[in-house]
């Protein structure tokens, strides 16, 4: 049982802004811990996107974008593309060291 | 070229034993934490070990605690899972994962393709 919740799936249509929640507690995100992001393409191995809540690796297009505020944190995509359909996960840390939300299924209309 | 490559995966039967392999290439691998985050087929992702950078310090989760073992050959730029009393709920692709810590906690930067490993009498 997953400590971070997220949304099992989200949609958008192409060009459209689309945002995926992580809702943590007191224990992982409302402590201050940072938040990273991974998108996991069908079939493929999941991929760094976000770490440190806000930043980017080398690589990564500026459409993808996080946030945090109190218990949870966000992933924002701009510009929505056909090729960012995929699975994205969060993920921070709690003492549980169940440490990954569920995972949330970006689907492109 | 910076990599992750996993190997050792297979069919084993409950209560059996896997030994899993993953080899670094492309960066220093003696520098960097090193985990294993495994998906169950259509499950979402686990976090199962991670090791320090010497071998000193080693955690799992408590799904595999007292079954699993990682360790790591920094002169071979490899790090292992040693698999034990397998159950069917092991079941799952099994990857490998450059580590890399924050303040508190960590995260992966890095990812090898993975290693399936099956579970089935």
């Known amino acids: 049982q997953s400590v971070l919740t997220q949304p099992p799936s989200v949609s958008g249509a192409p060009g459209q802004r689309v945002t995926i929640t992580c809702t943590g507690s007191?224990?992982?995100?409302?402590?201050?811990?940072?938040v990273h992001w991974y998108q996991q393409l069908p079939g493929t191995a999941p991929k760094l996107l976000i770490y440190?809540?806000?930043n980017r690796p080398s690589g990564v297009p500026d459409r993808f974008s996080g946030s945090k505020s109190g218990t949870s944190a966000s992933l924002a995509i701009t510009g929505l593309q056909a090729e960012d359909e995929a699975d994205y996960y969060c993920?921070?840390?709690?003492?549980?060291?169940?440490?990954f939300g569920g995972g949330t299924k970006l689907t492109v209309l | 070229q910076v990599q992750l490559v996993e190997s050792g995966g297979g069919l084993v039967k409950p209560g059996g034993s896997l030994r899993l392999s993953c080899a670094a290439s492309?960066?220093?691998?003696?520098?960097?934490?090193m985990s294993w985050i495994r998906q169950a087929p259509g499950k979402g992702l686990e976090w199962v070990s991670y090791?320090?950078?010497?071998?000193?310090?080693?955690y799992y989760a408590d799904s595999v605690k007292g079954r699993f073992t990682v360790s790591r050959d920094n002169a071979k730029n490899s790090v292992y899972l040693q698999m034990n009393s397998l159950r069917a709920e092991d079941t799952a692709v099994y990857y490998c994962?450059?580590?890399?810590?924050?303040?508190?906690?960590?995260?992966?930067?890095?990812w090898g393709r993975g290693t399936l490993v099956t579970v089935s009498s």
């Open positions: 994962a450059r580590t890399r810590l924050v303040v508190v906690g960590w995260y992966f930067d890095l």
């Open positions: 492309g960066f220093t691998f003696s520098d960097y934490y």
């Open positions: 090791i320090t950078s010497t071998g000193n310090t080693k």
């Open positions: 007191s224990s992982n995100i409302g402590a201050g811990y940072d």
């Open positions: 440190g809540s806000n």
């Open positions: 993920q921070s840390y709690d003492s549980s060291l169940r440490i």
